[in-house]
């Protein structure tokens, strides 16, 4: 309780002192009171990477930019936001390079389609074994 | 002068290779220069492993003049990763690749017996085009012998990750496996070139599928480990581009593996065994095309360079390529072979071929898509929750059909024979499901089912044993049984670590305590460490639970030749999990310590599975090499 009324305070306060300073750096590396929200936070910080690493999530890095976009992350979830609306954000702010999860529409709907289309070729070519009677 | 040895070595192996091909192209003719073969290809795996040698004894001696060495080692640097600098670099790599496809070729020249001598020239010439392909790259592009004048004083060092006990097992294993399926390449080209695509054919190859697939498994297994201790915080498969273009040559390796024993036993699936061969080679080109490019961009590159990327994609292309005409070709000619119905053993390894293939199709386009995409002007990543959407419900599928697949019948079977063990399997599959989903509520659909069929899969895989005298039961059988129960183990520990880590990231202050997962962690002190190349900090923990106390010493460690900073994890192994403590950072204002924890229920068994899954290959390999081989037999399947 205690904490969030900290994190809440400072929520109100940041803009007021520190105009566009990004979130508070100590959201990188400490959890959430809430766990389910916790949660969510981890959830979705394995599905963003991280930019200035080679392939790591912002879960997985130990790179300054990784530990602001966490911190970025847990402070948006711990303010209510959905994460689908701050993977959107982050896609806003950074590119879609930095989703792991390539959106369901355009281009990505081939590589969503793609599990089903090789099982269908593959069910294809296999046909014919079965063809003949033992 | 030992450079030069080494580098003359390689030549005179590059003019065996040549002799070796010159000898195989005869057969084509009246066969005079086909004496030749064998003997070029001992000859080039006794020149081979003289250069590799020469090339050790380079980095032991830590001699100067030599680039490789110079850009790679250093005088400080311990002498075990002196040894293991040898192949730590591209150079190496491809020297030490190289050496093993020689060996193998000059083992196959010395022992092969199974089949016909016009097929074992024919692949051993195949063998001898796909060296000399490697013997070019490294002697136009990758030059391990290069001098650098003048020499230098120290040496530049080795990227401190790499060094590890890890780095000087983990890159061979996957190479030796790789050119295990180059060699299972060269077997069924030849038999495409001498039509003898058949049981004989499939007995000889055997071996090597199953050699390389150990390799590959053993490397993989070792290489999830090695990043998961490594990396320091906790993942230990991150579908990164260099993981999956490991696991690609495994995925069609597996698929093999079992085509090419229904192709041994029952004379059937001739064409995808052929298929599969040349899809496990092409997809162990691209994954060394992959890692040495460059192109994708990944935790694990520590060698790139475009320009070897293009030379590996060529080979690539030229192989595979030639291959797949040729079997365009010739496999019209191939009938498909003993025919089998759905439900039978057959059809249960079609089955497995299928979502195998269908797996390794997913994880190829969701490497490559990114690839693309920049192609088309589209930045974007495609990485682990797209890779464990697509592919977890197919290998799920696998596990089901692997159920049931090993106890039916060859050629045909009714699925009414063993109904009461399906329904046992159906009830603990239900079973364990409830049980998941009622006492850990909000698990997830994945970890759920994961639990479920690992242990439906555990019991199922002993189920073959059934019945049989345990004493006259063959090894490849029981080597079947363990890799099956390996994998259940394997899905178990990875179906617990995704749905049961608890973790708890913190800043400590030394004397507070932190709580995870009924574990009380206390940050006792933080004390400076000192090592051979490197310095840092040590925290001094102390982790208790059930009134048992244990100490753990996580570090973090400044390197400095070269500069890097890693942090190096402390893990407390229980029978049940392991406890994971990584010290990281001070805080910079409050001057506490970061401190992360983990619990990770059973995570042990994803590797122990793994090293299972190992075993159970040894197994069936020693039973398939104590066999005495049958005398080589002519098979007339091509259609007159």
Known sequence: ?134 | MMAEAGLAALWLAAAMALLQLAGGLSLIGDGKLASLIRPAAMVQGALCVFSFCALIWLFWITDLSVLLVASNSHIDKPAIFKIAGTWGNHEGSMLLWVTVMALSGAAIALLEKRIDAKTLGATLGVQAVVSLGFFAFLLFSSNPFERLVPAPAQGAGLNPLLQDIGLAFHPPTLYIGYVGLSVAFSFAVGALLTRQVGPAFARAMRPWVLGAWIFLTLGITAGSYWAYYELGWGGWWFWDPVENASLMPWLAATALLHSVSVLATRNALRAWTIMLALVAFAMSMAGTFLVRSGVLTSVHSFAVDPERGAFILTLMLVYTGAAFVLFALRIGTVRQGEPFQLVSREGAIVANNIFLSVILGIVLIGTLYPLAAEALGDKISVGPPYFNKATVPIALLLMLALLLGPMLRWRRDEIARHKYWLVGFFAIILWSGVAVWQFAPGVGIFPTLGIAFALALAVASFVPLKGRNLLRTPLPIYGMVIAHFGLAVSVFGMASESGFSKESLTALSPGQSAQVAGWTVKLDDVNPAIGDNWVGIQGEMLANRGGKTFALHPQSRQFFQPEMQTSEAALLTRWNGQLYAVLAQPDERTGKWQVRLWWKPYVTFIWFGGALVALGGLIALLGRMLRRPRKPAKNNWASE
């Open chain 1, 1 to 134: 309780m205690r904490q969030a009324f900290t994190i809440l305070t400072l929520l109100v306060a940041a803009p007021v002192f520190a105009q566009g300073s990004g979130p508070i750096p100590e959201l990188a590396n400490q959890q959430l009171a809430d766990p389910k929200k916790e949660a969510e936070a981890t959830n979705l910080m394995h599905g963003l990477r991280c930019i200035q690493c080679q392939g790591q999530s912002i879960a997985d890095s130990d790179a300054p930019m990784a530990a602001t976009m966490r911190a970025e992350v847990r402070q948006q979830i711990a303010k209510g936001e959905k994460p689908e609306t701050i993977r959107k954000w982050m896609i806003g702010r950074y590119g879609e390079w930095v989703s792991f999860e390539p959106e369901m529409k355009g281009s990505g709907l081939l590589l969503w389609a793609a599990p089903v289309l090789l099982l269908l070729v593959a069910v294809w070519m296999a046909r014919g074994l079965f063809r003949r009677r033992a």
